[in-house]
């Protein structure tokens, strides 16, 4: 490594080796001039960075990093408009619970607050969104900084960290010896607690788990799997959070989120007990915070997080457990089943229901058939591809027809941010090369972050897009037409050719408009070893698995406006 004979590191070099220390990969930025001594030391250093064409992109692969590990994403973005284009990222780390760590230019110590070139104060910019937003005074704090950041963006309800780095600070030559790695805070529950919920568990007529949130692992999933199977109890997933029990468990009663089952969402209404696992149970899987009562549930309420701030926040608890899922799963085999167990035949009912409402896709209009392809890809990937989605009704066919099998295979944005496809996609195929990783992007979804295909081609990341285009800006048709039928504005959508867009970019591109095109035409892609983009011609009317936009429309013309 590049050090001065009198032991001395620049702050870049010491940031750097500080980011080895704690065990980071892969790095994703776009750079600057307020950063280049950061730079500079990733130049003989070996962690994998990855550059990427607009801040949003980068942030949004460091984020799928996070999520898939459980360990920080790292990314680096210039000051100014480097910050402000990442935020997105940092918003959905946010909402999604992941740890991240954005690290971010400014400008000279010297120069503060005469709002130099690009200045802008982070904690102020970042102090809602971030949990901990900071700035480096002195390039001997860094390793204290840096393993703070570590700690603040895993413990308890992980969360987005923003660093900014003034220049000179990574300028300056200063000896500090690194600070150790940071170890994952874990938060187990108590005797007290797990005794309560066996109490709970003993009365209980009709129970349920949901599981959400982040803090999970492989092995607390199979432990709660094999929770599930010793209680024979049904266990549901919250909004993009699929992939926390194999969907074929014989226990597994289906997704609490858009489009949710009619039947799964009667089920948890009626349910006596209602065991929360690590999610928030917030406006989406809530169904608009219409699932429980607000403050207090009728059902009996059984809330584990690890942010203490969580429970109690929105619904008040019967019994809050204040622990990781890891901690909690890996405490569930102590507890005993009730015998005879009173709930065995309904939660056999709960998959069949589930089994019923995924099993074949729904008839749609126009040449191509999203469902069937769901469905040709949940009989033809391998187990543990990753699918990654952004925001739109087309991701809807994937929630609901696609079969996850495995821990962290469903990565897409429980904020709902649009454009993470593809860039999420990027970042999980850079460091996990040997997934099949297949993203799906609407229309407008896809140039939200399509720009990050050029990153794809450029590190050779072969992962495929499937680009659902149905010219429209689909999500909000749909609303327009339920709250303003026929009055269509600012949601059509003129194309380009986004099979052409893969070459010209250096990859590979195919167009289909008709279902039984599908399996060659993606076959194709993986074959070409290259990114590539299928681009799916899907009529707009099929707005969702279950409803046309001419269905919505009408219904809405007969209804009469209160
Ligand atoms: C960053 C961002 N901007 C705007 C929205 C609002 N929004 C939600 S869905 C949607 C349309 C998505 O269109 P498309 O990607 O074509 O998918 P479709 O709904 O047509 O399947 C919009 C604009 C959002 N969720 N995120
Ligand atoms: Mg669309």
């Avoid at 900014?164 to 500090?176: G, S, T």
């Amino acid at each position: 490594m590049l050090r001065a004979n009198d032991g001395t590191r620049t702050g870049g070099e010491i940031l750097v080796d500080q980011l080895l220390v704690q065990g980071v990969q892969h790095v994703f930025c776009v750079p600057g001039e307020s950063y280049l001594a950061a730079l500079d030391a990733f130049h003989d250093r070996p962690i994998t960075l990855t550059v990427c064409r607009q801040e949003g992109g980068a942030t949004m692969a460091a984020e799928a990093v996070g999520k898939m590990t459980g360990r920080p994403g790292v990314v680096f973005v210039t000051r100014g408009p480097g910050a402000t284009n990442a935020s997105p990222g940092i918003h959905i780390a946010r909402q999604d619970s992941t740890p991240l760590i954005v690290f971010v230019g400014q400008v000279a110590r010297r120069m503060r607050e005469r709002e130099a070139f690009q200045e802008l104060d982070y904690r102020a910019v970042f102090g809602t969104m971030a949990k901990w937003a900071t700035e480096i005074d002195d390039p001997a704090r860094i390793p204290e900084i840096v393993s703070r950041a570590f700690y603040t963006a895993c413990n308890g309800r992980p969360g987005p960290v923003v660093v900014a780095l003034p220049e000179d600070v990574l300028a300056e030559r200063v000896a500090v010896p690194d600070a150790p790695p940071y170890e994952p805070v874990e938060t187990w529950p108590g005797a007290p607690e797990m005794d309560k919920l066996q109490a709970l568990l003993s009365a209980a007529k009709a129970p349920i788990v949901l599981a959400g949130g982040s803090r999970w692992s492989e092995a607390a999933c199979a432990s709660l799997a094999r929770f599930a199977e010793r209680f024979a109890i049904p266990v549901a997933t919250t909004f993009r959070r699929t992939h926390l029990i194999d969907t074929l468990h014989p226990n597994y009663a289906g997704d609490v989120g858009l489009g949710i089952n009619p039947k799964l969402l009667a089920r948890i209404k009626a349910s006596d007990l209602i065991v929360l696992v690590g999610g928030r149970l917030s406006e989406i899987p809530s169904q608009s915070y219409s699932l429980l009562d607000i403050p207090g549930p009728h059902q009996t309420l059984v809330h584990v997080h690890p942010g203490a701030e969580e429970l109690g926040r929105v619904y008040r608890p019967h019994l809050a457990i204040h622990a990781a899922p890891t901690a909690f799963a890996a405490s569930l085999d102590r507890l005993q089943p009730p015998d005879p167990i009173r709930w065995s035949s309904e939660t056999k009912t709960a998959h069949d229901d589930y089994l019923a409402w995924t099993e074949t896709a729904t008839p749609q209009p126009g040449g191509v058939n999203l469902g069937e392809i769901v469905v040709w890809l949940r009989q033809n990937l391998p187990e543990d591809a990753v699918i990654t989605t952004g925001a739109g009704n087309f991701s809807a066919w994937v929630h609901r027809f696609y079969r996850f099998r495995r821990f962290a295979t469903h990565i897409g944005p429980t904020s709902g941010s649009m454009g993470y496809g593809v860039p999420s996609a990027l970042g999980i195929k850079r460091a996990f090369p040997e997934r099949t990783v297949v993203c799906f992007a609407g229309d407008g979804d896809f140039l939200m972050n399509g720009q990050e295909f050029a990153t794809a081609v450029q590190h050779d990341v072969p992962f495929i897009t499937l680009v659902v285009d149905n010219g429209t800006y689909g999500t909000i048709r749909m609303h327009q037409e339920r709250e303003y039928p026929t009055r269509v504005v600012a949601t059509d959508l003129r194309n380009p050719d986004f099979a052409a867009y893969a070459k010209v970019f250096g990859g590979f591109g195919v167009t289909v408009d008709k279902t039984a095109d599908f399996p060659a035409a993606f076959r194709a892609a993986q074959k070409s070893g290259k990114p590539a983009i299928v681009h799916l011609k899907v009529d707009p009317n099929a707005s969702t698995p279950g409803l046309t936009l001419e269905g919505i429309r009408a219904k809405s013309l007969a209804t009469p406006k209160a």
